[in-house]
């Protein structure tokens, strides 16, 4: 299974950006899906996460701002970003939990991180 994360960029503050994180592989199920960001000098910090069950948990600092869907038939799932702030400025990564035709068990991938940078 891999994960391409796409969408990010350079941004102003208020504006909006969307981020794709396509999963590829020969995928049998993805349960857990979200997104974590990565500021420079700070630790990876959960952004999103939408479980299977259709739940979804969002940090403090982005609820009301940020919205995760997926797309199950395109094993495809997002992240619309709004009203976005200078401190939103990281690597998001998306990671999945997902398992394969070949094994009935769920491992945890990540994509490979894009960047955000909202400044003026």
């Known amino acids: 299974v891999q994960l391409q994360a796409s969408g990010g960029g350079p941004v102003q503050p208020g504006g909006s950006l969307r981020l794709s994180c396509a999963a590829t592989g020969s995928i049998y199920s993805i349960d857990r899906m979200g997104w974590y960001r990565q500021a420079q000098g700070n630790q990876r910090e959960l952004v999103a996460t939408?479980?299977?069950?259709?739940?979804?948990i969002y940090a403090d600092s982005v609820k009301g701002r940020f919205t995760i869907s997926r797309d199950n038939a395109k094993n495809t799932f997002y992240l619309q970003m709004n009203s976005l702030k200078p401190e939103d400025t990281a690597v998001y990564y998306c990671?999945?939990?997902?398992?394969?035709?070949?094994?009935?068990?769920?491992?945890?991938?990540w994509g490979q991180g894009t960047q955000v940078t909202v400044s003026s």
């Open positions: 939408l479980t299977g069950g259709g739940s979804t």
């Open positions: 990671h999945a939990n997902a398992r394969t035709y070949t094994s009935a068990t769920f491992y945890t991938y």
